[in-house]
């Protein structure tokens, strides 16, 4: 008698979109893997682990997976269907309408800006927080989000068209809303010096921390996220250069380099690298041999009994750690984030006198309009116009 197989266990689709982001644990913020699986279809997760696959950025996916999961939010509230692919120009312009309105006309005409019916569907589903019109920089991402997965899944979207872009411009002139600073002080010399006043004891804590603030500064003020992912495989020691290079007896000071790789603005095969110089390269020399770091993430997280962790830090921990190190120095730690550090730098190159072209070299900056924004900054400060009513 032959045996009856048994029944294979049947389980529901959001269930298997979970089971499935489990792959993109490494990536994605898990913490909110369940909502994404209600949030997303089985296109949408096939397309990010494709994504992941091709080795796209982690900050750019993360940020991809959480525009997707809002747009197919927004679509179902707004349209009661799924988000179409390809969209269509007029779904693009009702997600504008949406998004991006005038409060003074919302006053007089309930009927501007997101219907009530739309935003309590979004935020019942915690997806909405605001209760005016949104940020221009997050609608523009989330527009920018749209039109790359629309090209990665080969498709034409009116992302490029003239009606479209123009309602664009004239949505964020109507938003009028001033464009925040990532972070609202630099941490120039003056600054990092007082965090790194903080870090004078012995425990390991201290040691990561001492050699994460220097680094990030000495490097051009790297990214929180370049910070997080740096490996021992991407340093390697350079000859000693000589405090003035004028002086061919003057003192010698050990040197460093650090091969980026993919950044924000590079690819993994760009042959991008910075140097450190002196005080970083010793603080980083230390800490490795402190917490015996031979291969793997430099900068990893230390729990309460001082053990440390096989995986490297968050980029949102490394802000933490500034902000934590703000707190301990008597800052405002509002006031501060990691993205400090890299404004810091280069306005504390304009104080010095270091050409712009240079400080970018050293900063990886691509655009000179924004790196040239704080040498702009640091001359009207200490310019005499200014000043002229003093």
């Known amino acids: 008698m032959s045996k009856v197989p048994a029944p294979t266990r049947l389980i529901d689709s959001e269930t298997r979109r979970a089971l499935q982001l489990d792959a993109l644990a490494a990536v994605l913020p898990m913490d909110r893997r369940d909502r994404l699986a209600h949030l997303l279809t089985d296109d949408d997760v096939d397309t990010l682990k494709h994504l992941a696959r091709v080795g796209m950025g982690e900050n750019t996916l993360r940020a991809l997976a ?4 809002y747009l197919e939010a927004w679509c179902q509230a707004a349209t009661a269907s799924p988000l179409p692919w390809p969209a269509s120009e007029s779904l693009a312009l009702k997600f504008l309408a ?35 019109p949104h940020a221009p920089s997050t609608v ?14 080969g498709l034409d979207g009116p992302f490029k068209s003239p009606t479209l872009r123009s309602a664009l411009r ?37 040691r990561r921390d001492l050699a994460l603030l220097l680094i990030a500064f000495g490097s051009g003020g790297r990214r929180r996220s370049e910070v997080a992912r740096l490996r021992v495989e991407q340093l390697h020691d350079e000859p000693p250069v000589p405090i003035d290079p004028e ?17 924000k603005t590079g690819q993994a095969d760009d042959d991008a690298r910075v140097l450190l110089i002196g005080s970083p390269v010793v603080a980083l020399r230390e800490w490795l041999a402190r917490a015996d770091i031979q291969t793997g993430p430099i900068f990893r997280a230390i729990d ?26 008597g800052l405002d730690p509002e006031a501060f984030s990691a993205h400090g550090l890299r404004s810091g730098y280069l306005t504390e190159a304009a104080r010095n006198g270091v050409p712009l072209s240079e400080a970018m070299q050293q900063s990886q ?19 005499r116009a200014a000043r002229l009513a003093v």
């Open 66 to 69: 959480s525009d997707l999961a």
């Open 98 to 132: 949406h998004h991006l309105w005038d409060r003074a006309k919302r006053e007089t005409d309930p009927r501007h800006g997101m219907p009530e019916n739309v935003a309590a569907d979004l935020q019942s589903a915690e997806l909405l927080r605001v209760d005016g």
């Open 140 to 153: 523009k991402r989330r527009l920018s989000s749209w039109a790359t997965l629309h090209r990665w899944k």
């Open 170 to 206: 004239l949505a964020v002139r109507a938003s009028a809303r001033p464009r925040r600073r990532k972070s609202k002080c630099a941490v120039t010399r003056d600054i990092l010096d007082t965090l790194l006043a903080t870090c004078r004891s012995d425990r390991l804590a201290d």
């Open 247 to 263: 002086d061919c007896n003057t003192l010698f000071l050990p040197c460093m380099s650090i091969a980026l790789g993919r950044t």
């Open 304 to 329: 309460r009994w001082g053990a440390l962790d096989e995986r490297p830090l968050t980029p949102q921990a490394v802000n933490l750690i500034v902000k934590r190190r703000c707190v301990q120095a």
């Open 365 to 383: 900056h691509r655009s000179v309009q924004q790196a040239a924004s704080y040498y702009n900054e640091a001359e009207r400060r200490l310019g």
